[in-house]
């Protein structure tokens, strides 16, 4: 099983819908997560935290699965502007591992 | 914003030769990390440092080296340029470590001929 896996899309969905997407990680010993998101050629942003079972921001909801160990991201009444890559990262929880990003969600929002 | 500019932005360089990228902070957080981003693979760590002149491996360090002579400046090294390194290269910081929430700086657009 891959460290950090994300399904790297497209999802294309129109204006104004619900989107859902998971990232599931092997590292147990992580206790916070991220997403941040990507413009075409331009740097990750924090979107999210997440450092217990969820965190909501808006039209943004994360949500922290520990049994199975995955998260995931779902947006409402989603945006053109929402079109974007959803990166997943998951520290590494102790200092004997490192920080992990996902490839990316990429998300294409259609009028 | 958080104040991280990376220079130079883009550069093209040919196998074999030697090039250093920059990243300057403005925030004095402690922790600075590289990151290469290729297609297919997403962010991967280089190197990163957790304080003046302390530094550590990251997932994909061979072919690099990094210099931290003070807080605000993260230099990344690339002793001879290989075909394999162009990439995209990211500066990102942390005041609290890996845990915590990273900023990232706009990016090195490095291409090796």
């Known amino acids: 099983r891959k460290e950090v896996e994300q399904d790297p899309g497209p999802f294309n969905v129109p204006e104004g819908a619900t989107v859902a997407f998971n990232c599931t990680y092997s590292n147990s010993a992580s206790q916070s997560f991220f997403w941040y998101r990507q413009d075409c050629r331009k740097e990750p942003k924090l979107l999210m935290s997440?450092?217990?079972s969820g965190n909501e921001d808006g039209r943004f909801t994360a949500q922290l699965n520990r049994a199975s160990q995955y998260i995931s991201l779902l947006i409402r009444d989603s945006k053109l502007s929402d079109s974007a890559t959803y990166l997943c990262?998951?520290?590494?929880?102790?200092?004997?591992?490192?920080?992990?990003f996902g490839s990316g969600t990429r998300l294409s929002i259609r009028p | 914003d958080a104040g991280i500019t990376q220079s130079p932005r883009h550069k093209v360089t040919e196998t074999g030769t030697p090039v250093t990228l920059r990243c300057h902070q403005t925030?004095?957080?402690?922790?600075m990390y590289w990151y290469r981003q290729d297609p297919g693979h997403g962010l991967r760590l280089i190197h990163y440092?957790?304080?003046?002149?302390?530094?550590d491996k990251g997932e994909v360090s061979d072919g690099y080296s990094v210099s931290r002579s003070k807080t605000e400046d993260f230099l990344l090294t690339l002793e001879s340029a290989t075909s394999s390194q162009t990439s995209v290269y990211f500066c990102?910081?942390?005041?609290?470590?890996?845990?915590?929430?990273?900023?990232f700086g706009p990016g090195t657009r490095l291409t090796v001929t």
């Open positions: 990102a910081i942390s005041d609290l470590g890996q845990d915590y929430e990273q900023y």
């Open positions: 440092s957790y304080g003046v002149k302390d530094t």
């Open positions: 990262v998951v520290p590494p929880g102790s200092s004997a591992s490192k920080i992990i």
């Open positions: 925030e004095n957080h402690r922790y």
């Open positions: 997440v450092y217990s």
